[in-house]
Every structure is written in C-alpha cells, then in structure tokens.
C-alpha cells in the first residue's frame, strides 16, 4: 500500500505564499510521475501540477502557470508544490497523487494512489 502524506498547508492572505510537501514511503518513488490536484468546497476535483519521474517535464492548469511551481526531490521521496501570488479562489483542499508511471498525467483517472489531503485557505 502506498502512502501520500501532504503537508504545508494553512491559512494565509492573499498575495501571500505556500509550500506543499507530500512524502511517500514508497521505495520507487523515483520512477513514478507525481501531481496535485484541488477540491474546493462544491466543486469538483481539479488538475493543478504534474511532474514527470525524473522532474524534466512538467504541467499545469492554466489558472496555476505562472504562480505556481511542482519540483520533487527523489533522494527524500518528495514533491513539493510552491504556491507564489496566492488568491481567495485558491481556497481548496489540496492532494497529492501518484501516477504508478514515469509520465506526466493530467487527468484523475490516471492516477492510482492518493493522498488524504491538505486544507489550504487564503483570505482576502
């Protein structure tokens, strides 16, 4: 059983800044593609950030480019999301996943291990 724990998440104001962490005990954690997606409050689950296994190609959603930044560390099985220029609508749930492949992923169903998430909310 993999395990995804986030962390890094908080309260914070607008304009303000946040890292995400996710750590996994996975042994192969450096041959898997990671990703974030969020979840506000009555909405559905979205696509923030992928990175490949090996960090070399990266995605984001067109409302995060620009703000924020997906990095991984594969000697402490980590992947970080930096969140820079934070907004009220960033408010949401935030989770880590695992794609179980080496590239990036975009979609929900494309990944197989999920974190239990991390609150992230930001005030105007």
């Known amino acids: 059983q993999v395990q995804l724990v986030e962390s890094g998440g908080g309260l914070v104001q607008a304009g303000g800044s946040l890292r995400l962490s996710c750590a996994t005990s996975r042994g192969t954690f450096a041959t898997h593609a990671m990703g974030w997606f969020r979840q506000a409050p009555g909405k559905e689950r979205e696509f923030v950030a992928a990175?490949?296994?090996?960090?070399?190609?990266?995605a984001y959603s067109d409302s995060v480019r620009g703000r924020f930044t997906i990095s991984r560390d594969n000697a402490k099985s980590t992947v970080y999301l930096q969140m820079d220029r934070l907004k009220p609508e960033d408010t949401a749930v935030y989770y880590c996943a695992d794609t179980g492949g080496s590239m990036t992923r975009t979609r929900q169903d494309e990944y197989r291990y999920w974190g239990q998430g991390t609150q992230v909310t930001v005030s105007s």
């Open positions: 990175i490949s296994s090996r960090g070399i190609n990266k």
